[in-house]
Nanobody, 115 residues
């Protein structure tokens, strides 16, 4: 079974950029649909961006034009490039892998946008 480890979270100033990475262990990574979710304190977890096994992407309206999701199947890694960060992007960001009835989460990485 796939296991996920996120990295790249940090404290960044408004307007700054970060790239999150999620490395998957195990085989068949290329068959999974991957996504990034986030959860801010006191709020429900929400979908940020997703990429299917075939490479199709979709984004939350709040991040369109600022965030880019991509995957490298040779490295078993999915990325989230975040530009023009805003304080409201502050949250714990979680990587998710889904396939058929399987739904796997990483442990999360903290992103804080503050001056």
């Amino acid at each position: 079974q796939v296991q996920l480890v996120e990295s790249g979270g940090d404290l960044v100033q408004p307007g700054g950029s970060l790239r999150l990475s999620c490395v998957a262990s195990g085989s068949a990574f290329r068959l999974y649909d991957m996504a990034w979710y986030r959860q801010a304190p006191g709020k429900p977890r929400e979908l940020v961006a997703a990429i299917t096994s075939g490479g199709s992407t979709n984004y939350a309206d709040s991040v369109k034009g600022r965030f880019t999701i991509s995957r490298d199947n040779a490295k078993n890694t999915v990325y989230l490039r975040m530009n023009s960060l805003k304080p409201e992007d502050t949250a714990v960001y979680y990587c998710n892998a889904a396939r058929q009835t399987t739904n796997i989460w990483g442990q999360g990485t903290q992103v804080t946008v503050s001056s």
